[in-house]
């Protein structure tokens, strides 16, 4: 990836955090990878948009 790419992505990734469009659940400190399940749902998986999009309960968390 030459320096104008890097840019780039990182721009759109700013864009997408500014839109709140990087939520998911793999990126929320409520979520559990090993059960995929959510303490803020008593550890139950949520529905699909839920997944894809968060929820109100949201809480930014490094998914790794």
Do not use: W
Not at 31 to 43: D, H, L, P, V
């Amino acid at each position: 990836m030459n320096q104008d790419e890097n840019e780039v992505q990182k721009a759109i990734f700013s864009l997408l955090q500014h839109a709140q469009l990087q939520r998911s659940c793999l990126s929320c400190s409520h979520f559990t990878e090993a059960t995929e399940g959510c303490s803020r749902a008593n550890g139950g998986r949520p529905p699909a948009r839920i997944i894809a999009t968060s929820c109100k309960e949201y809480t930014e968390s490094p998914p790794f």
